[in-house]
């Protein structure tokens, strides 16, 4: 039995195009693993910690070998315990609207509240990084409005799917599947791209 995590990054609730391809890339996980768990972090429900002063003098303590104190010891509890959440899954599903030609600050903070030595990955001064979470999967569901793959750069630039695919790879998850859906701004029909994610994402939940 594995367990899969769908990390939520839009705010939008019904109206998200996210969030409609990540129900139904759950709904065809679910009936293909009906024993798995599965759950949903909303990064938007209040409950993720800032990464703060506290926070990063924590950081450097852990790199110098040192234990945090006092408000530092404090923060990087808090930074521990969304860690070893995240963690606790083998699976990863990631919904993600383009902001501003990369993603939501919630989901950046989230990376930077994971992402810690000992936690996400490793460093030797010689070798470099190690990312510590091999093994594990993910899906990246991605949207974008204006942005979509041959546009010109008056349409913007794609910094979404490259910096999530190198956070993933960095942290050592190698098994990486994409869903996109980027409107056709020609035709101003969004109903064929939009079909067409979908069954993309029924596809690749299928043998998630």
């Known amino acids: 039995m594995s367990r899969l995590l769908h990390v939520s990054a839009s705010p939008r609730g019904s109206r998200s195009e996210s969030l409609a391809l990540a129900a139904t890339f759950l709904d065809t996980y679910r009936e293909h693993n009906p024993l798995d768990d599965v759950d949903t972090l909303d990064l938007w429900d209040g409950t993720l910690p800032d990464f703060g002063p506290a926070a990063a003098a924590a950081k450097m303590a852990v790199f110098a070998g040192e234990q945090p104190e006092g408000a530092a010891a404090e923060a990087w509890a808090r930074a521990t315990a969304t860690f070893r959440r995240f963690d606790s899954y083998d699976r990863y599903l990631f919904s993600v609207p383009m902001w501003n030609a990369g993603i939501p600050y919630v989901l950046k903070q989230f990376i930077d509240v994971v992402s810690q030595p000992g936690m996400v990955f490793s ?86």
């Open 123 to 208: 460093f030797d001064p010689v070798e470099g990084y190690s990312g510590l979470l091999t093994g594990k999967k993910a899906a990246l569901v991605l949207t974008s409005a204006v942005y979509g793959p041959g546009r010109g750069p008056a349409f913007g630039s794609d910094f979404q799917a490259p910096y999530l695919r190198d956070w993933l790879a960095w942290a050592g998850v190698s098994d990486i599947e994409e869903v996109s859906f980027r409107p056709d701004l020609a035709t101003a029909d969004a109903a064929a791209g939009r079909e067409r994610a979908h069954e993309d994402a029924r596809r690749v939940a299928a043998k998630f």
